[in-house]
């Protein structure tokens, strides 16, 4: 048996039919950027994740750009952001002109603490912090660093680019969120069928202008008030979304399933299963195990011997890139982001994964000889 790390190609009976029914649609109407179907995309995904207000945008990376300068972050302000997350977040702060501060991640729940953000912001004092909630799960002392932020009059921006669907003793994470941003690329589990992003605030100020930088700065149609971006939704990725929003739950339920089964069934020790906090509701956008960086490489080897996909989210620090050393402003550094990026692993977790596939795995994976 073959187990990719995913498949987004399993999608609902009749959802292929229907999308292709609607861009016929946006064809004939020659709906092509914009139009009502974005209208409609920004209404069902403000709906489901209980904001204020919802805004498309061409990409997840523009979002946070965006959600930067919407907050107020101008240039060489400083920004801290933590050592563990993909390489955008950290480009975002450069490309608003402002500066990127990294600070490590907990080594047991792989996300910042509210230690460690008080440790950056009393070091640095940035006018800005970039909370980021991996793993399909929510950082888990999120609302305690929103009222440390608040006290502290730091500006914080939550990149939700795995979080979708997240929640926080059963609130949606979007809910309390002064602004905040996720990614749609086409392996999140809200994922279209090419780029895009989204930027969500509680804030109609932050809407507002948000909203004009992803339109090219416009007050008017030849007005600019402000140097913003070209990030607008296109008509044909809204569609696709808006059908994928409504099977969105669903989706969500089996990816859950392919965790829950891992964490009980995989008893290996070689591998250490971790969980979102107890008043956490994950999406179940990754599996994530860790294990010691001496075993892994081999580990790596068994399963492509064994066709199992397998990712290493993320496998290097920021403050380690190559194209950190010219834009880092400061770190603080316990080793921890260094010693994830060796040990962490994920199994193969997807919407639909059938359960011979999830079966195969959990044989494989304990039959590993370490």
Avoid at 139 to 163: F, S
Avoid at 168 to 173: Q, W
Avoid at 353 to 365: A, G
Wanted: with cysteine.
């Amino acid at each position: 048996m073959k187990v990719p790390f995913i498949d987004i190609l399993r999608y609902e009976n009749h959802f292929y039919e229907t999308v292709t029914t609607r861009v016929s649609e946006l064809i004939k109407n020659g709906h092509f950027v914009g139009g009502p179907v974005v209208g409609e995309f920004e209404k069902a995904i403000k709906d489901y994740t209980k904001t204020q207000f919802a805004l498309g945008c061409a990409n997840g990376t523009d979002a946070i750009q965006v959600a930067l300068r919407a907050a107020g972050v101008e240039k060489n302000d400083k920004v801290l952001l933590p050592d563990m997350t993909f390489w955008a977040t950290f480009e975002s702060v450069v490309n608003v002109g402002a500066v990127p501060y990294t600070i490590d991640v907990s080594k047991e729940t792989l996300h910042l603490t509210l230690a460690s953000v008080k440790e950056g912001i009393e070091k640095f004092n940035p006018k800005a912090l970039i909370l980021v909630h991996l793993y399909g799960w929510a950082c888990p002392e999120t609302n305690e660093i929103r009222n440390y932020c608040k006290e502290r009059n730091v500006l914080l921006i939550e990149d939700c680019a795995q979080a979708v669907g997240v929640k926080i003793k059963g609130e949606s994470l979007f809910t309390r969120a002064l602004v905040a941003t996720t990614s749609f690329y086409p392996a999140k589990v809200l994922g279209a069928s090419g780029d895009a992003g989204g930027v969500f605030s509680t804030e109609q100020k932050i809407a507002d202008t948000a909203k004009i930088l992803l339109n090219h700065g416009r007050t008017g149609h030849y007005d600019h008030g402000l140097i913003g971006w070209n990030s607008r939704l296109g008509a044909y990725e809204a569609t696709f979304m808006v059908e994928a929003l409504k099977y969105l739950d669903q989706r969500l339920e089996s990816r859950r399933n392919v965790c829950k089964q891992f964490r009980e069934k995989i008893t290996h020790p070689a591998l250490k299963f971790l969980s979102p906090a107890s008043d956490v509701w994950e999406n179940g956008y990754l599996s994530v195990a860790l294990m010691t960086p001496e075993t892994r490489p081999a580990f790596i080897e068994y399963l492509k011997a064994h066709d199992i996909g397998y990712g290493t989210v993320y496998p290097g620090a920021m403050s380690a890139q190559p194209g950190a050393v010219s834009h880092l402003g400061g770190k603080i550094s316990h080793g921890h982001a260094e010693w994830i990026a060796k040990s962490i692993i994920n199994l193969p977790c997807f919407a639909y994964m059938k359960q011979e596939e999830i079966d195969y795995v959990i044989e494989k994976v304990n039959q590993f000889k370490a």
